[in-house]
């Protein structure tokens, strides 16, 4: 993934506007795939199944239709500046985005800003933020990085001390393990961990559990209080298993402590294992260079931003931006993962308009500007920054994934047409609405874009699809 450079990226764009266009039929494949049909290379991942909200691919004969394509696809004609600002800026008088509109429209090529209005002020962004926290994240850490979760030896014969690794999509006992990415396992950990202790023949263990990889308040100040209970995140603990979830299956409740609940499963699954664990699972901390007893990793770090934006998954967010803390050498909570987020982003180029409260975007308190978006996801189709290009695969697709996949987005008479031409995150709190991503014009130019209004008296979304179809048609 993270060698696969913009030309891949591109193509896959202009082949899903070809043939929507000739042959009348919306067809989606993931980039993985159209990575293999385009290159000749086998995907390096498997494609996500149709349950996680990513079709599967269909078999069309394209032979006619890309011979229509451009020889460099994404570096088609611009598109022509007055018809787009006339476009854009009817569009952009609709009532229903308030009186605060910030819009920056970028060819991804050049560089140039083809349209803008208000593009450096900095406004509420909504979950928009974690196009950011990943860019930060990828920037950092690297594509293939994975999180660990271990067990290790402890201070005292008989004791043992489950380490969390900041993975908060570490299946529990309960999870399906049937999606994309591939969840590291809880029950897997036992296993190894149970095998591990019979060895050494331990049948009996006391166990503790360590959350230190993670500091600070586990509730990001800008949070309303009904998000917890509500399910939209977890307290943030570097412990945590289907995040937070009580039931793997539904969205809410959350448990109140993620990190207890992890390790009174886990007590259960080496019961299991025929390993006898005591009545007593407390926190301790695991002792400097204890001995590992069994370890499970996450997906690779591309994997875990790609499901990050198509499922708006808030708490993997809140984790991704604690990991760069740590990298950047910050303390691992949401001030220190704020600072170290915007530090990379200055080291990308973009140094201003980026504050962050939180990593996904629930805090009201953050502000980002339409500049910084789309700098951050024209930068994913750099060639000169191929480990970012798990922000474009990532991104939700018009009529068939994620957030823009749920029946409710790009269904007006003047949007529908761009259906699986269209690539955006969404964003969305009380009176804030945003959508930013990327697409191919009519003549294949890659454009990004972000539009971004956070004092909407009513819903917006259907105004920003409109923006985001102008654009594709342009």
């Not at 803008?116 to 962004?125: F, H, K, L, Q, R």
């Not at 760069?324 to 050498?329: D, R």
């Not at 750099?382 to 018009?398: F, K, T, W």
Request: with cysteine; net charge positive.
């Amino acid at each position: 993934m993270a060698r696969r450079d913009r030309l891949v990226m591109l193509t896959t764009l202009a082949v899903l506007q070809a043939l929507t266009i000739v042959t009348g039929i919306y067809a989606m494949t993931t980039e993985f795939s159209l990575s293999a049909l385009t290159s000749g290379s086998s995907p390096t991942e498997p494609t996500a199944s149709p349950a996680e909200g990513i079709p599967s691919v269909p078999v069309v004969t394209a032979g006619p239709v890309l011979a229509q394509l451009p020889v460099k696809p994404g570096d088609g004609p611009l598109p022509t500046k007055g018809t787009l600002t006339k476009q854009l800026a009817s569009a952009l008088g609709d009532d229903a985005l308030g009186d605060r509109v910030g819009v920056s429209v970028i060819d991804t090529v050049t560089g140039e800003q083809l349209f803008a209005a208000d593009p450096d002020t900095a406004v509420t962004p909504a979950s928009t933020t974690k196009i950011i926290t990943c860019s930060a994240a990828l920037a950092s850490l690297g594509p293939d990085t994975r999180f660990s979760t271990r067990v290790v030896q402890g201070s005292a014969p008989g004791t043992v001390v489950l380490v969390g690794g900041g993975d908060p999509l570490l299946a529990g006992p309960s999870a399906k393990q049937d999606g994309y990415p591939k969840q590291a396992s809880l029950a897997t950990l036992a296993a190894r961990t149970a095998a591990t202790l019979k060895s050494q023949g331990v049948r009996k263990v006391t166990l503790s559990y360590d959350t230190s990889l993670f500091t600070g308040p586990t509730k990001a100040s800008g949070w309303k209080p009904n998000y917890i209970p509500d399910g939209e995140v977890a307290p943030v603990h570097a412990l945590t298993m289907d995040v937070g979830r009580q039931d793997p299956r539904f969205r809410s409740p959350r448990v109140p402590d993620p990190a207890q609940y992890a390790a009174d499963a886990f007590a259960r699954l080496l019961a299991k294992q025929g390993v006898k664990v005591g009545k007593s699972v407390r926190q301790a901390k695991a002792p400097a260079g204890a001995a590992e007893l069994g370890r499970v990793d996450s997906a690779p770090l591309y994997a875990l931003v790609e499901h990050t934006l198509t499922h708006s998954d808030n708490d993997m967010a809140e984790a991704l931006m604690r990991h760069v803390a740590i990298k950047e050498g910050q303390e691992a909570s949401f001030a220190g993962g704020g600072k170290a987020v915007a530090a990379v982003m200055q080291r990308l180029g973009i140094a201003q308009g980026v504050s962050l409260d939180d990593g996904s975007g629930l805090s009201i308190r953050n502000r980002i500007s339409p500049n910084a978006l789309a700098k951050a996801i024209a930068l994913s189709g750099s060639a000169g920054h191929p480990g970012l290009h798990a922000i474009a695969s990532g991104m939700p697709i018009a009529g068939f994934s994620g957030t823009l996949g749920n029946g409710r987005r790009f269904v007006g008479s003047d949007s529908k047409g761009q259906v699986g031409l269209v690539r955006a995150k969404t964003g969305t709190l009380n009176h804030v609405n945003t959508l930013a991503g990327l697409s191919t014009t009519k003549d294949g130019r890659l454009v990004t874009y972000a539009f971004m209004a956070d004092r909407v008296p009513v819903n917006a979304e259907p105004v920003l699809d409109r923006l985001a179809a102008i654009v594709a048609r342009s």
